[in-house]
Antibody, heavy 126, light 107 residues
């Protein structure tokens, strides 16, 4: 059974930093891309960042580029997002999700997300 | 950047009725479109990928159609557990944007 478990959320002051880990199990972690999607309170889904299975390629939404860094440790089956210079508008539930292309398109195309964690809440406030 | 527009914003139907949800892309996404279901307090669940393929374990009452810029999610006969928010998402170009969602509520 595929499981994704996020942690590390909490209250942080504007300008502060936070690192969110997501521990994966139930599949061959190194062969799948991983991503983070966030949802502000009462709002829709916003893709944040993604990383290929080999860690060769990373992708970021313009809203977080230069502030967030995604990484993964395939030996620990864990993906991370390091969030710096946090702003009030970064307040959201952050979901970790497994990326898939289902065999179509090119190797540089974006992903769908076929399994999701339950999310961890990040609140940026003074 | 591709923008996805979902309609209607809210759909009020009764169990047993047919639901038709729409997603329109600002430019062609070929068939690279997915649909997700999200219930309150839960993570999204992938329903449909590549416009018309059901994901693992998704009941046959869910179907998707369309290509290019216009897509439809159809639920043939609503079950009580189907009342939720539905999102479309494209993976044709970076960033992989989501639509703003359609809330399917009990009438």
């Amino acid at each position: 059974e595929v499981q994704l478990l996020e942690s590390g959320g909490g209250l942080v002051q504007p300008g502060g930093s936070l690192r969110l880990p997501c521990a994966a199990s139930g599949f061959t972690f190194s062969t799948y891309a991983m991503g983070w999607v966030r949802q502000a309170p009462g709002k829709g889904l916003e893709w944040v960042t993604a990383i290929s299975g080999s860690t060769t390629n990373t992708y970021y939404a313009d809203s977080v580029k230069g502030r967030f860094t995604i990484s993964r440790d395939n030996s620990k089956n864990t993906v991370y997002v390091q969030m710096n210079s946090l702003r009030a508008e970064d307040t959201a539930v952050y979901f970790c999700a497994r990326g898939r292309r289902y065999g179509s398109g090119s190797h540089s195309d974006p992903y769908y997300f076929d399994y999701w964690g339950q999310g961890t809440l990040v609140t940026v406030s003074s | 950047e591709i923008v996805l527009t979902q309609s209607p914003a809210t759909l009020s139907l009764s169990p047993g009725e047919r639901a038709t949800l729409s997603c329109r892309a600002s430019q062609s996404v070929s068939s690279y479109l997915a649909w997700y279901q999200q219930k309150p307090g839960q993570a999204p669940r992938l329903l449909i990928y590549d416009a018309s393929n059901r994901a693992t374990g998704i009941p046959a009452r869910f179907s998707g159609s369309g290509s290019g810029t216009d897509f439809t999610l159809t639920i043939s006969s609503l079950e009580p557990e189907d009342f939720a928010v539905y999102y479309c998402q494209q993976r044709s170009n970076w960033p992989p944007a989501f639509g703003q969602g359609t809330r399917l509520e009990i009438k």
